[in-house]
């Protein structure tokens, strides 16, 4: 392939995906006709709609094209029409093929409160008005991978389900090292989350964090246990900078996030390699019950494309500027997930007052 400018492989995969995806297309139009960016864009398949057409939820040439793109920005997997497959067809399945092929580990995710949404928040608007959270969460490790696992017959002929947390040290050093990093360009204070007055696997967690954070002097380390962490971040959010955690600990930990902020609509991610290799995504699912209907809330796929810019294409003003557009659109209008007593607009609506806004 000969290119000149950068490349995106663009996987809308599921559900509200599409709908969610073409909206970030429409920035990256935009973006492009406007001379400020120079990028290539494919498309490819995964979650279930690769199934449907190829049998599998991550097809090679997915990851081949993958592989060669500069960075990935995905939709969402899933569906309720796949939940009776074999666990290996299931969508997720294709989600977390590609973050161990590509060795994402460090997964950004950002909670930040938008001012004209803080009233939408699950909590007190004065609880949420300026939050600014980022929960590093580690990728391609823990529970999510750990060998063995499986469903096999124990004494008495019952069935017992096992799964194995592990964490070898380098895989805590260098998502503590992402952490660190991210922390002293923020506001120099990082969290720790683990479970270490039960788990083994926490404890050596938090002895190689203790030992990295040596060599961040400028950061202000704490620990807390996962379920106090839960509990502290819906007491007093604010208290937060930046958070690092565990698999599965990170993934339930940024959906309580999401709340704080009003809507799960609004929440991009990032998957990291280490060298420069990157998947964007929002982390709202695929919805499927309001798939298709146009409805659904496009700004964390716009800011996944956000994240997307700064992080793989090296474009920090333009995406400054798209966080900003995305800001000021929400002053303007809101779709039904954050509408509150204003008119609803479309999904279509959302993504032009975002390019709007950006050109305005
Ligand atoms: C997420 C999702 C995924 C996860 C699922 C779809 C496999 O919940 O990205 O947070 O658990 O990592
Ligand atoms: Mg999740």
Redesign the pocket.
Known sequence: MTRSGKHILLLPGDGIGPEVVAEAVKVIDYLRGAGEIAVECDYGLIGGSACDECGVPLPDETLKAARRSDAVLMG???GPQYERLPRERR???G??AI?RELGLFA?L?PALSFAPLAACSALKEEKVSGLDLLIV?E?TGGV?FGEPRGIRTASGGLREGYNTMVYREDEIERIARVAFDAAQKRGGKLCSVDKANVLEVSELWRDVVERVARDYPGVRLSHLYVDNAAMQLVREPKQFDVMVTS??F??IL??LAAMLTGSIGLLP?ASLNGAGAGLY?P?H?SAPDIAGRQIANPLAAILSLAMLLRHSLGLPEPAARLERAVAAALARVRTADIAGGLAAVSTAQMGDAVVECYAG
Do not use: I
Request: cysteine-free.
């Open positions: 969402a997997v899933g969508p997720e399945q989600l977390l973050r997964n995710r969460r990728l999510y698999n599965l990170g993934d940024s959906d991610s995504e982390v699912g």
